[in-house]
């Protein structure tokens, strides 16, 4: 069975640009997840997705992040425009069942912010 | 919000020594996960375990939910088990997997 998909694992951009993360969840998964992990630091729960309608996205800085599941299946994770704080690894995680399932981890993608 | 904590913060080992990891939760959950970051990143899955004991190979798991903690055993440490090991929570009032503070490890030959 193929894992979490997350492309690109690196990118550096300078402040102000635009970024966008890509991710493909664990067929059948139903609910979608995007982390951000600075270094240091535990994950932090960006957005979480059902099939393609947001559950959560309390603690997404929507004056500059902007994320989307279309058709319940790829997720994509925009910022714009990016600044020096956004540095981090950017984590896509799907799971089968919303509260007690298992989730299950990309390799992230990996933001440099000059 | 549910506060996750986990001790030690750091650990240093030599090769074929025997740890455990504590993970304190504030709240009633119903998933419990334990993961491991290796130093390129990847958080690999060690354990679902929102109650009970599980074992895989040397690491096992233990959730007392009553009790609001979980433990993580490594026995016969290799180096390969360098890293942060995360404990993981969903509470029951929400669905959002929370994440402790984690716990540096690092293994020596």
């Known amino acids: 069975e193929a894992g979490v998909a997350q492309s690109p694992r690196y990118k550096i951009i300078e402040k102000r640009q635009s970024v966008a993360f890509w991710c493909n969840p664990i067929s059948g998964h139903a609910t979608l997840y995007w982390y951000q992990q600075i270094l240091g630091q535990g994950p932090k729960l960006l957005i979480q997705?059902?099939?393609?309608?947001?559950?959560?996205d309390s603690q997404l800085p929507k004056d500059r992040f902007s994320a989307e599941r279309l058709k319940g299946v790829d997720s994509t994770l925009k910022i714009q425009p990016a600044k020096l704080e956004d540095s981090a690894v950017y984590l896509c995680a799907s799971s089968l069942y919303r509260e007690t399932g298992e989730l299950f981890f990309g390799e992230g993608s990996r933001l440099t912010v000059l | 919000g549910i506060q996750v904590e986990q001790s030690p913060p750091d650990l240093i080992l030599q090769e074929g020594a025997n740890s455990t990891l504590r993970c304190n939760f504030s709240d009633s959950v119903n998933n419990l996960q334990w993961f491991h970051q290796n130093p390129w990143g990847q958080l690999i899955n060690l354990f679902y375990?929102?109650?009970g004991t599980k074992q895989n190979g040397r690491l096992s798991a233990t959730t007392v939910a009553t009790e609001r903690y979980s433990l993580l055993y490594i026995s016969s440490s290799q180096t390969t088990d360098s890293g942060v090991y995360f404990c993981?929570?969903?509470?029951?009032?929400?669905?959002?997997?929370?994440f402790g503070t984690g716990t540096r490890l690092q293994v020596f030959p």
């Open positions: 997705f059902q099939n393609n309608g947001v559950v959560d």
């Open positions: 375990i929102p109650s």
């Open positions: 993981a929570v969903v509470s029951y009032n929400t669905d959002k997997l929370i």
